[in-house]
């Protein structure tokens, strides 16, 4: 069964750096789009990031400059590695997939059929 992991989520104070994991199981990772999600409180999920399977990347405005995303195909991981945070980074950060090859980089939020669990960031003082 195909199963999406986050990790490395936490406390960081603005200005600071995190590295969001998102280890693949069930399934190769680098063969299909990967995507980064987030929701804030009261907020809707948005999509901040993509790698396609040929390794083109997209990037939502507000994080561009800021945040990199990449992946280990010898890990089967994407990662998400965010600097300079900010306040209105808190959010539940997810990554996404779909089997189908149907999701594009970037893609329409409805061909997502993998999701993981999330991994909370907090940026604050």
């Known amino acids: 069964q195909a199963q999406l992991v986050e990790s490395g989520g936490g406390l960081v104070q603005p200005g600071g750096s995190l590295r969001l994991s998102c280890a693949a199981s069930?399934?190769?990772?680098?063969?299909?789009?990967i995507y980064w999600f987030r929701q804030a409180p009261g907020k809707e999920r948005e999509g901040i990031s993509c790698?396609?399977?040929?390794?083109?990347?997209y990037y939502m405005d507000s994080v561009i400059g800021r945040f990199t995303i990449s992946r280990d195909n010898a890990q089967n991981t994407v990662y998400l590695h965010m600097n300079d945070l900010k306040p209105g980074d808190t959010a539940v950060y997810y990554c996404?997939?779909?089997?189908?090859?149907?999701?594009?980089?970037?893609?329409?939020?409805?061909?997502?059929?993998?999701w993981g669990q999330g991994t909370l960031v907090t940026v604050s003082s």
């Open positions: 790698i396609s399977s040929d390794n083109g990347a």
């Open positions: 996404a997939t779909d089997l189908l090859g149907r999701l594009g980089c970037p893609g329409d939020r409805k061909y997502v059929e993998v």
């Open positions: 069930g399934f190769t990772l680098h063969y299909f789009t």
